[in-house]
């Protein structure tokens, strides 16, 4: 690992220290090889002082145990029938469940507790049928959880909630996971399946608003339903106020901590909408932005500027962030003696590229260079320049299009760039 990297990281930390994590895990998972990892995630998770409440599903493990005492089963994830064979095998299974999991939990030193904090009340009709023993969550005992978390207690939420006259409910864990964060004001979801949700989607499609995954959701009927249901709960959670949601695959090599603290991520996320803007730099920001085109000057993209270029120019600069971190930036340089400007140092940090920021920071740039009075916004690209193009630059050949200082500038530097330019 080299120092950008470790930087990198570490900008997290801060950010996250203090707020609340749900960490929702399918039981496949837990039975999977890949579960002494994830235990390990958890435990640096509490060591940065992340309070980290756990939410388990039963699905498979409901499944396994219906099979061997040979009962037929009406539902296994607590969203269908629970018929009263199904419900006893279910407490059977979560309860064998959560005793493992009390027990790997102590093998990474985490103290936890199981907390019975969901009130329900039967689903009721359902599509014209019963169904029994199902359960709709109907408020969260938040005083429980946090009660624990302030005592340094890691939380454990099985998929199971309880009436008013104290009869148990089946209810599904996707749901849970949701209603825990809300109640929590938590920051996170991170649901983790055994199955890949990037293979399961379309590649492209990594980052979503709250809004556009419900889009994605309609034209996209044919999706396994547990991915389904991990987006369609992370939609109403962000819009709910929790500011992330992540989906990640649990065989990806330590998967939490991959998706949390690198760049690009190893999964898939919602976002809620009120944490993307575009907005003017500020000085703080220089150390993200000089972090952020380190990769795209070694690629020869952009050319190199230092930190304290980056300084001086600050007010020049525009980024794009979600949930207050950096993932894209512009600069407009103005030659005011000459009525032009230059968009530079345009950057959208990869994992984040194909969603529309590089077209939100260009309509940026566009705007800062209408208030500056420029009646044109010029670029020079060596890469980009069929991006630009596609945003309505032209190349151009005459150099009188450049201030006089900039053609010297272009002509002595040997990048051989493109001169583009657009009308604003
Ligand atoms: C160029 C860049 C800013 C685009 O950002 P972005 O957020 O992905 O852009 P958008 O989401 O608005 O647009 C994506 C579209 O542009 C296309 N595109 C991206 N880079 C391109 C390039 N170099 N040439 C041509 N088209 C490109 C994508 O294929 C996609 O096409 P589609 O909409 O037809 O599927 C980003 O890829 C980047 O940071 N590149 C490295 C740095 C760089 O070259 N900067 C430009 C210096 S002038």
Not at 135 to 146: H, K, M, N, Y
Not at 378 to 401: N, R
């Amino acid at each position: 690992m080299n120092f950008n990297d470790l930087r990198a990281i570490l900008q997290y930390v801060p950010q996250f220290r203090g707020r609340t994590f749900v960490i929702a895990l399918d039981g496949a998972v837990i039975d999977s090889p890949d579960f002494s990892n994830i235990l390990l995630d958890l435990a640096v998770l509490r060591s940065l002082n992340i309070r980290v409440v756990l939410v388990y599903g039963a699905a498979a493990q409901i499944t396994a145990l219906g099979e061997r005492r040979e009962t037929p089963l009406s539902n296994v994830d607590g969203t269908g029938i629970t018929d009263e064979a199904t419900l006893e095998v279910s407490i059977d299974a979560i309860s064998r469940l959560s005793n493992a999991l009390m027990q790997s939990l102590t093998t990474v030193k985490l103290k936890a507790a199981t907390a019975n904090a969901i009130h329900a009340h039967p689903a009721g009709i359902v599509k014209g049928i019963d169904a029994r023993f199902t359960g709709t969550i109907e408020r969260i005992d938040a005083g429980v959880l946090q009660s624990f978390l302030d005592q340094d207690i890691l939380p454990v939420v099985p998929p199971l909630g309880f009436d008013a006259d104290g009869k148990t409910l089946r209810v599904n864990s996707d749901s849970v996971a949701r209603e825990v964060a809300t109640a929590l004001g938590a920051a996170k979801i991170l649901f983790l399946s055994t199955e890949d949700p990037r293979a399961s989607l379309d590649a492209r499609e990594r980052n979503w608003s709250s809004e556009s995954v419900l889009e994605f959701l309609e034209a996209h009927p044919d999706l396994p339903v547990g991915i389904a249901s991990k987006l369609k709960n992370g939609s109403i959670a962000t819009r709910d106020g929790v500011t992330r949601v992540h989906l990640i695959g649990s065989r990806n090599d330590d998967a939490i901590l991959a998706e949390l603290f690198s760049n690009e991520g190893v999964g898939v996320m919602v976002y809620s909408d009120a944490y993307q803007k575009v907005r003017p730099a500020v000085r703080d920001d220089v150390d993200e932005i000089h972090l952020l085109i380190h990769r795209a000057v070694e690629d020869e993209q952009l050319i190199e500027r230092s930190r304290s270029e980056i300084l001086e120019s600050i007010e020049d600069y525009i980024v794009v962030e979600i949930d207050q971190n950096v993932v894209g930036c512009v600069a407009v340089h103005p030659y005011p003696d000459e009525m032009k400007a230059e968009l530079a140092c345009l950057f959208v940090k990869k994992g984040h590229t194909d969603q529309g920021y590089g077209s939100l920071l260009i309509e940026a740039a566009l705007n800062r260079t209408r208030e500056l009075g420029a009646p044109t916004l010029f670029a020079l690209s060596t890469q980009a320049a069929g991006y630009l193009e596609k945003e309505g630059f032209s190349v151009t050949k005459d150099l009188s299009e450049l201030p006089d200082s900039r053609r010297e500038k272009w002509q002595s530097n040997g990048r051989n760039a493109l001169i583009l330019t657009r009308t604003v």
